[in-house]
């Protein structure tokens, strides 16, 4: 027996009782089997004095979750943190705006907790939860100088790279969800880049080719490459270290002075699915929330309804959820007021007004239509329901809806003569007027001769003259003219002069954003 002998050494100190022959082992339990009868073991021996822990080592960490959103936030802190003057200074201006922090921090109470979701689902820093505080003070409406625009400031290109779309219905640049998908997915691509999220963050404020630069640069030179060693604007020399306070002043606000608003750690919204086109007026009333709330968790929507084809879901308060769902299965009524409607050819506004059953006024109001321009056709424009146009706006028109403008032709008053043996019909058709319209501004009848020489008043369509401009002030001023008028307009080509300028206000742009002014 001495293999037993040698097995009960083994054991000895257990303190526990043999199984019997018909109770499985640990290992049975894993594999499905049971352990044969001739493998019971019995010591020999007396049990040895349990011993005691060693109270010396570190409990282990709790795994509750905490009921406050930022000590959530505080854990997940993972970047390595930047000391300098710089980051001083910031502090130091966040610390002397207690108001500004409060606002601040009020405002991403709504948009937190799904970021923090987010972020860890992807298992990233903590840190880059807390940028939009830098991009935009968390104000998902904020639009730059630059056109960056959302939480997130987007520029257009950007934006349009990461599947966020800009019509002129909606922009995802704005919309919570989608926006903060795309930042993440950017920042993300970014750090597998550099290898180094200070420098992602870098590229993501000045850009990557930027940042690239600047790196190969130093490279040459045989400097370092880290965030603090690169040469670049003080914008973006400013970025990490604005962040780093903000983070300095949520992980210890008691240090700073600062009070930051409770924010339970619990979805702040719910996301519903948008089955028919809804008038936001009706979708606020059934969920009893204000339009100014439902526009803020739903700040991409640009005109008074959701299509469901465009915008197939919003986000409403996590209660007002349950009451829209409750309300909207008993409505009887209409669910939506507005739709789109795609303009056939270039027309007038009062045409296209008139083909519509809208005034003039309304429909300019409400698709922002400046004034001595047509609607070019394709244009889709928003327009009040009726008989004929009563379906919900189709996904191709949800999606790429466009509205764009040409001078509209205005009717001028020109004096003309007329010639020997002529008449007011043939003088009406030598300019390309009816004979009605002539004898009605000259007070004639429509069948009168006229005397050789005789004046007559026309008014002839005459298009908006466009005023004259050098080539250097077309190119500074064109893209804000487009913008404000909407149109696509083409200037004229420019000097190889104004073309190196253009050029270097076109990578500026790209690479590096105006931020907005602090919110107040």
């Known amino acids: 027996m001495p293999l037993l002998a040698g097995l009960s050494l083994l054991i000895t100190g257990c303190a526990t009782v043999a199984p019997d022959a018909s109770s499985p082992t640990l290992d049975s339990h894993r ?15 007396p049990l040895s004095t349990l011993g005691v822990a060693n109270p010396s080592v570190a409990p282990v960490a709790s795994l509750a979750a905490p009921a406050d959103l930022w000590e959530r936030i505080r854990r997940g802190f993972s970047m390595p943190d930047l000391e300098s003057d710089l980051v001083r200074d910031r502090e130091q201006w966040y610390a002397s705006r207690p108001d500004y922090i409060q606002r601040m921090t009020e405002r991403s109470s709504r948009y937190l907790f799904h970021i923090v979701e987010e972020i860890e689902r992807r298992n990233i820093p903590m840190e880059l939860a807390l940028l939009p505080f830098i991009e935009s003070a968390f104000n998902p409406q904020a639009v730059s100088s630059a056109r960056a625009a959302g939480m997130w400031q987007f520029m257009p290109a950007t934006g349009a790279s990461f599947d966020l779309k800009q019509n002129i219905f909606r922009d995802d640049r704005r919309d919570v969800l989608a926006s903060t998908r795309a930042a993440l997915d950017y920042l993300e691509q970014l750090h597998a ?10 590229a993501y404020n000045w850009g990557q080719g930027n940042v690239n630069r600047a790196i190969t640069k130093n490279q040459k030179a045989g400097l370092p490459t880290g965030y603090t060693d690169l040469t670049m604007p003080m914008e973006t020399r400013m970025y990490v270290p604005k962040l780093q306070a903000v983070k300095n002043i949520i992980a210890r606000p008691q240090a700073y002075g600062a009070t930051l608003p409770t924010i339970g750690n619990h979805p702040f919204f719910d996301t519903i699915t948008v089955e ?18 439902f526009r803020a968790l739903n700040p991409s929507l640009k005109h008074p309804i959701v299509m469901a084809a465009g915008t197939p879901t919003i986000l409403l308060p996590w209660d007002n959820a349950i009451v829209f769902q409750r309300n909207l299965a008993a409505h009887t009524g209409p669910l939506a007021s507005w739709t789109a409607w795609v303009v056939p050819s270039t027309m007038s506004v009062a045409q296209a007004a008139q083909r519509v059953g809208m005034s003039e006024s309304e429909l300019r109001a409400v698709n922002n239509i400046p004034p001595r321009m047509q609607v070019k056709a394709g244009s889709s424009l928003l327009v009040h329901r009726n008989d004929q146009r009563d379906r919900d706006v189709p996904e191709h028109v949800a999606d790429n809806a466009t509205l764009s403008f040409q001078p509209e032709v205005i009717l001028r008053r020109t004096v003309v003569k007329a010639r020997k043996g002529e008449t007011v019909a043939r003088l009406a058709s030598r300019y ?3 004979p009605a319209s002539v004898a009605e501004w000259n007070k004639l009848a429509a069948t009168a001769a006229l005397k050789p020489g005789q004046k007559v008043a026309l008014m002839l369509p005459q298009r ?3 005023a004259a401009v050098d080539r250097t002030s077309t190119t500074r001023t064109g893209a804000k003219a487009s913008a404000k008028t909407g149109s696509k307009t083409t200037a004229a080509a420019p000097t190889t002069k104004t073309k190196k300028v253009a050029s270097s206000r076109t990578k500026t742009e790209r690479s590096s954003k105006t931020r907005v002014a602090a919110r107040k």
């Open 31 to 45: 594999s499905g089997a049971h352990a044969p009868s001739s493998t019971r073991i019995t010591p020999s021996g």
């Open 193 to 202: 880049r550099f290898g180094d999220w200070h420098l992602a963050l870098a």
């Open 276 to 293: 028919r086109d809804m008038d936001v007026a009706v979708i606020a009333r059934l969920s009893g929330v204000s339009e100014a709330d």
């Open 432 to 434: 390309g007027v009816s």
């Open 464 to 466: 908006v003259a466009v």
